[in-house]
């Protein structure tokens, strides 16, 4: 027994624990504590059993690096909550001067651990390949056609006979693919059709309030159009896809059930694409059923669709699908309702197709015309502005944006921050840093923030406008001043900033000056700003001090634990289970800081008190004695 090794053991404090395997499974663990049996030193560690639902075998040791380690019988298999049972029942042993017996050399408990966290445990395949012989995968058409023809009819009959009686369902899909003549194919497929139709249905709701929903059975959907297939009606299922991948889509959306509906449909997706390869239909008409499917498709669960609109082809060929997609879209129409109705999306995400095959085919001029086209009927700016700026016409580009912008500023500001980006993004490829400057200024007046802020640096520094406007930036945030009013200012006067800007908003912009100081890397100035926060009482998230904490706690360690400290306390006062974890995991931060600063007492001092402070909070007391550097076994 090697004692130094099992000393190690008792020297560990919670924190350990914690950093091996982490808060949920020491606290799982500690309710495990009297579950374990049999512990025993074994091999510079410990070995034992540990019952629960089912019973474990556990083996905890420290490493070479001197980490704590274990492995298990369970799912879980390594660092689980039995070793930190194990762990924990050790010390109370010790504690209550309990004598540790030694295990045998050859623990049968071992092999169970290590059958259960080998990488070559033999699995069925290899069992019967042992007993059978070795058979790859390659290999099994060529024997199972061996096998059959080397048969008489009625061995062949004998043999089917047999397998019915392993597999009874073999027996109801023989009846079946036997009766689908032509006129039960054709019904089949009339019922699939109004089968489908069910999906959209309105949900029921039983006495007790729960949904009685209409979901399809997809595995019964699934097992017809296999059966469909095989009986030679692969263009009849192709039919069909578009309208399956639609109800199935519509009844993720709008059921509650949806898990249960995926597990079932995304099985679909190889059968519809089988009946897509198998299809008589000309490579043009399988394009355009693969599209329906892919339009309908809103998940992605059918993407071998996506993968066969896009394989390289002639540019013969994308021409005839393009121009079959160009006599569809004078049929969808144009809709006069909100970006967002799913008229309006169907009909985008089917011009960006037409799109994609008209560039395909070489026909560019024809892209032009029909984004020109939609860009006013339809509202699609953006996709006209990019292809212009992809064939360089950035003049012509800017026309549209100008356009796109006025139409849209009262309605839809999306569109309008797509069209802004854009007109940069073309400032930037003409070498117009100027005019891009004073709209990344723009973006930061109107929403003033570290990454605008980033913005216009870069933007500035490329102008060489930096240390002036960067000056102003940060005196706008202070006192409310718009920069350019000030005569220092080096770009031109923004169009887009009215005087009602600053109307309602409060200066000085404290969390604005306190994110853009840790993003210059002046954690002081960020400390500055923070507290001048709680001299006017301006209430800010936890999160805000906490990265106020995380970015002092080099330059300003005491500063850094004051914050994480008053987060932990304000948390504990909250009197929720919840409330006490959060605590713990700032007084972590507090603790490491003043580890690492040599003051250990004063931690210890400190979370004495405040356990004192919160002694009749009993799950809180459990939670916070966890923080304690000393040893478990001191407690």
Same mark, same amino acid.
């Given at each position: ?11 560990? +404090? ?27 030193? @074994? ?9 629960? +639902?089912?019973?474990?075998? !556990? ?38 001067? &309990? ?27 290899? $069992? ?38 392993? @597999?009874?369902? &073999? ?33 029921? @709701?039983?006495? %007790? /309030? ?7 059975? %997809? ?29 199935? $889509? %519509? ?19 190889? !059968? ?13 008409? #399988?394009?355009? *059923? ?14 071998? @669709? ?26 969808? /129409?144009?809709?006069? !309702?909100?970006? =967002? ?36 009927? =339809? ?66 007046? $109107? ?5 605008? %802020? ?55 912009? $404290? ?31 936890? *999160? ?28 504990? =006062? ?14 972590? #931060? ?46």
């Amino acid at each position: 027994m090697d004692d130094k090794k099992l000393n190690r053991f008792l020297e560990l +404090t919670w924190n350990d624990l914690i950093a091996w395997a982490g808060t949920k499974i020491v606290s799982r663990g500690e309710g495990y504590k009297s579950k374990v049996s049999e512990l025993a030193a @074994f091999q510079s560690g410990l070995i034992a059993t540990v019952s629960g +639902t089912f019973v474990y075998s !556990v083996h905890v040791k420290i490493d070479k690096d001197g980490d704590l380690e274990s492995e298990c019988s369970c799912p879980y298999a390594v660092n689980c909550k039995h070793g930190v049972a194990a762990l924990l029942k050790y010390i109370e042993m010790h504690e209550e001067g &309990i004598e540790v017996p030694e295990a045998k050399e050859y623990d049968p408990r071992l092999l169970l651990i290590k059958q259960q966290n080998s990488e070559h445990t033999l699995s069925i395949a290899q $069992i019967n390949s042992s007993i059978y012989g070795h058979t790859e995968k390659e290999n099994e058409a060529e024997q199972l056609s061996e096998l059959l023809e080397g048969k008489s009819k009625g061995e062949l009959k004998e043999l089917i006979y047999e397998l019915i009686d392993v @597999f009874p369902g &073999i027996t109801k899909e023989l009846i079946k693919r036997n009766k689908l003549t032509k006129e039960k194919a054709e019904k089949l497929i009339y019922w699939l059709k109004e089968y489908l139709e069910t999906a959209y249905d309105e949900v029921q @709701f039983d006495y %007790y /309030g729960e949904p009685d929903e209409n979901i399809l059975d %997809y595995q019964e959907i699934n097992s017809n159009l296999k059966r469909l297939i095989r009986a030679g009606y692969a263009d009849e299922v192709l039919e069909l896809a578009a309208q399956i991948v639609s109800a199935g $889509i %519509y009844q993720i959306d709008n059921l509650y059930s949806e898990e249960f509906i995926e597990l079932d449909f995304e099985k679909i997706s190889p !059968v519809l694409f089988c009946a897509l390869q198998k299809s008589s239909a000309t490579e043009e008409e #399988k394009m355009e *059923h693969a599209l329906n499917v892919v339009l309908e498709d809103s998940y992605k669960f059918f993407d071998d @669709f996506r993968i066969f609109l896009i394989k390289n082809r002639p540019e013969s060929q994308w021409s005839r699908f393009a121009d079959r997609l160009l006599v569809r879209l004078k049929d969808i /129409g144009f809709s006069k !309702v909100s970006p =967002n109705h799913g008229k309006d999306h169907f009909r985008d995400t089917f011009v960006d197709w037409l799109v994609y095959s008209l560039e395909k085919a070489g026909r560019n001029n024809e892209i032009l015309y029909i984004c020109r086209a939609e860009a006013r009927t =339809n509202n699609k700016y953006p996709r006209l502005v990019e292809v212009l700026r992809e064939q360089k016409k950035y003049d012509e580009a800017k026309k549209w944006i100008s356009e796109g912008i006025k139409q849209n500023q009262e309605i839809y500001s999306g569109i309008v921050s797509r069209l802004r980006e854009q007109l940069k993004e073309i400032y930037k490829l003409e070498k117009d840093w100027a005019s891009a400057a004073i709209m990344d200024v723009e973006d930061f007046i $109107i929403s003033p923030g570290k990454d605008n %802020y980033a913005a216009c640096e870069k933007i500035n520094k490329k102008n060489k406008t930096w240390t002036e406007v960067r000056q102003l930036l940060l005196e706008y945030l202070e006192k409310g001043n718009l920069p350019w009013e000030n005569l220092s200012w080096p770009l031109a006067k923004p169009e887009n900033i009215d005087a009602e800007t600053n109307t309602y908003r409060f200066f000085p912009n $404290i969390r604005s000056l306190v994110y853009i100081a840790i993003y210059e890397k002046d954690p002081e100035r960020a400390l500055y700003w923070f507290d001048k926060q709680n001299e006017l009482s301006f209430r800010e998230p936890v *999160h805000f001090a906490d990265d106020v904490a995380e970015a002092a706690k080099d330059c300003a360690p005491q500063r850094a634990v004051e914050i994480w400290q008053k987060i932990a306390e304000d948390y504990i =006062n909250q009197t929720k289970v919840k409330s006490y974890y959060e605590a713990a995991e700032y007084l972590r #931060k507090a603790r490491k800081i003043m580890k690492q600063n040599g003051r250990e007492n004063e931690w210890e001092k400190y979370l004495k008190e405040l356990q004192q402070e919160h002694h009749r909070k009993r799950r809180c007391i459990q939670i916070l004695s966890k923080l304690s550097l000393k040893p478990i076994i001191s407690d």
